[in-house]
């Protein structure tokens, strides 16, 4: 299923300290699905400097990447609105949902139709928006905690692999997103491709799981 409204083209500017390498070596280092290399290169879809460059030539510093992956299939799971809303967002901007998953809630659907999950809560909450909700990962019922959820398909493959890879620590990352703080001096926590533009920040919850005690039967 595609949707091209919200696979906008991605632009990134090359730090000054940039270590030049090949586009393919670029594509690599920021963990871009083969897939999506593969699209890119087939349909000339990243440009340097508003030109397309092959693979196999390098980019420098203060280079402009462009990369439209306006027409990317991605298969999605439409999810059942419910207007409740027991999360609460810990961060939020143009591709990025982060929020505090309570305790006793699912994740997810397990079958089609299926409501009261927290992603059902999420895909209402985002409807107001215009946005559909992309799962990144999921934690335990039982277990209350952070949860990052795409609004934008692209960045998903990207977010998973980062989570695989252990590239960057949810302390690590939660850590920085305090109210007041400057984020334009906050480094660079998530991935070139993905907005930090600032929305919403708020403190973060630390997570736990709750334990029921079972009632205990006399034989």
């Known amino acids: 299923m595609v949707y091209a409204d919200d696979n906008l083209p991605k632009k990134v500017t090359l730090e000054t300290d940039f270590s030049p390498m090949s586009v393919r070596g670029l594509l690599n280092h920021w963990l871009v699905p083969q897939k999506m290399q593969h699209f890119l290169r087939i349909n000339r879809e990243i440009l340097v400097n508003g030109q397309y460059r092959a693979f196999n030539r390098n980019v420098e510093p203060g280079d402009e990447i462009t990369l439209n992956f306006s027409e990317v299939s991605v298969k999605v799971q439409n999810y059942e609105l419910d207007a409740t809303q027991s999360f609460s967002v810990l961060f939020e901007s143009d591709d990025l949902l982060i929020v505090n998953k309570p305790a006793g809630i699912k994740t997810h659907p397990n079958r089609p139709g299926e409501n009261g999950t927290l992603m059902n809560q999420v895909a209402f909450y985002l409807a107001q928006q215009g946005k559909k ?7 335990d019922e039982a277990t209350s905690g952070v949860l990052l959820i795409g609004k934008t398909p692209i960045v998903i493959g990207i977010l998973n ?6 590239r960057w620590p949810a302390s690590t990352l939660l850590s920085s997103m305090i109210p007041n703080t400057n984020w334009q001096n906050t480094p660079q926590l998530i991935h070139p491709l993905v907005s930090t533009r600032k929305m919403i920040v708020n403190v973060v919850l630390i997570t736990s799981t709750v334990y029921r005690r079972l009632p205990t039967t006399a034989f």
């Open 133 to 139: 909700a992309y799962m990144v990962h999921r934690i």
């Open 161 to 166: 692999r980062q989570l695989s890879q252990k």
